[in-house]
C-alpha cells in the first residue's frame, strides 16, 4: 500500500466506522418501527404490496429499504404480503408465476427475526400449487420477477388449505418510480448512511474479501452470481462472458452513485459490450442469473473498468 494511499485511509477509516454504526443504528430503529406498527395496525394483509411510485411515497419506506438491502434491483419486479400467521404450510400458485414472468422467486422470511425459511424459484418449481411445509409462526413472503411476460399478475397463496390472498394484476409501469428515486432525497443523510461502502470498496484489494461481499451484496435469489467494483468518472464498464454466460444466464448491469441509488442499468444482449461512462464516482454490480436449472458459477464473466470506447448503450440512464 502506497503512503498516499495509507494516508487517505488513515482520516477515512474512522468516518467510515461512524458511518457504518449510523447505518446498523438506523436499521435498528426502522426495523422496531415497522414491527411495532405491524402489531399495532388493524389493517389485514390480504393483498400484494407491488413496489410501484406509490410505495416509495410511503413514509419511511426507502429510508427502511436503504438500510436493509439498499442494492435496488434495478432489473425486477418485486412484491410482498404480510407478515402473515401460518401454522402448518404455504401453497403457492407455481403456474400463474410461469406465466407471469420467465424468472421468477419467491421466499418467506420469518418474522421478527427476518431470517429466510423457505425459497422456490422457476428454476426448481414443479406442480401447479406445491404444498410447501413451515413451523408454526408469522412469515413475510417476498417475490421477485424478471422477464415479465405480457398481462403478469401475483399469485394467488393458499395458507393451511385456506385460499388467503388472491392474484393479483401487476401495473404496467410498476417499476416506472426507479429514476425518480435519486430526487427529492435528503442528500447528506444517503451520503453518510452509504459512506463506508465507498471506503470499503476502495480500499479492499481483490478478489474482495467474504465481509466485504456480505456487506456489500443485496440479498439476491439463491444461486445468483454477483460481480462488483468501483466506476470512477469517465471510466466505461467493457463486460465479457462466455457462451454459458450468454445462453444459459441472463446478465443484469446496474450502476450506483454513491448514495446507493440506481443511475443506469442494462441487460446484456452480446457476450462482449463495453457501456457508456458515467460523469460521477459509482459502483456497479453485475447480477447472473440463471436460466432454469444451469449454475451461474459456471460462467467465465470478465468486469473491466477503462477507457476503451463503448459499442452499446444503457436501457435506462438517469444521471
Not at 104 to 129: H, I, K, N, Q
Not at 181 to 205: A, D, E, G, I
Request: contains cysteine; proline residues 7%.
Amino acid at each position: 500500500m502506497s503512503p498516499v494511499h495509507s494516508a487517505a485511509l488513515l482520516w477515512r477509516l474512522p468516518l467510515a466506522i461512524a458511518s457504518f454504526l449510523f447505518k446498523r443504528a438506523c436499521a435498528v430503529v426502522l426495523r422496531a418501527i415497522l414491527l411495532i406498527g405491524s402489531g399495532l395496525s388493524r389493517q389485514r394483509f390480504d393483498h400484494w404490496r407491488i413496489t410501484t411510485q406509490a410505495t416509495v411515497r410511503t413514509p419511511l419506506f426507502v429510508p427502511l429499504v436503504m438500510t436493509t438491502g439498499p442494492r435496488w434491483n434495478a432489473h425486477a419486479l418485486t412484491a410482498n404480503v404480510g407478515p402473515l400467521r401460518i401454522a402448518r404450510n404455504l401453497g403457492v400458485d407455481v403456474a400463474g408465476l410461469n406465466r407471469a414472468a420467465a424468472i421468477w422467486s419467491l421466499t418467506a422470511y420469518s418474522v421478527p427475526d427476518f431470517r429466510e425459511r423457505l425459497f422456490l424459484s422457476s428454476a426448481d418449481s414443479a406442480g401447479d400449487a406445491p404444498e410447501l411445509a413451515l413451523k408454526q409462526g408469522r412469515y413475510l413472503i417476498g417475490v421477485r420477477m424478471y422477464e415479465l411476460h405480457p398481462a403478469p399478475a401475483m399469485p394467488q397463496l393458499v395458507i393451511d388449505g385456506d385460499l388467503l390472498i388472491p392474484a393479483q394484476a401487476i401495473p404496467a409501469d410498476a417499476n416506472d418510480f426507479l429514476c425518480t428515486l435519486v430526487r427529492r432525497r435528503p442528500r447528506w443523510y444517503y451520503t453518510w448512511l452509504q459512506y463506508y461502502v465507498h471506503v470499503m470498496l476502495r480500499h479492499s484489494r481483490t478478489p474482495w474479501p467474504i465481509w466485504v461481499r456480505r456487506e456489500f451484496l443485496p440479498v439476491g435469489n439463491v444461486g445468483t452470481r454477483f460481480e462488483f467494483g468501483l466506476l470512477a468518472p469517465g471510466k466505461t464498464l467493457a463486460i465479457a462472458a462466455d457462451r454459458f454466460g450468454i445462453e444459459d444466464c441472463k446478465l443484469y448491469v446496474t450502476v450506483y452513485d454513491k448514495r446507493s441509488f440506481p443511475i443506469a442499468w442494462r441487460t446484456l444482449r452480446s457476450d462482449a459490450e463495453v457501456l457508456p461512462a458515467l460523469s460521477t464516482s459509482a459502483y456497479f454490480v453485475v447480477r447472473c442469473q440463471a436460466i432454469g436449472k444451469g449454475d451461474p458459477a459456471l460462467a467465465e464473466i470478465a468486469v473491466k473498468a477503462g477507457i476503451d470506447r463503448s459499442d452499446a448503450s444503457w436501457d435506462t440512464c438517469c444521471e
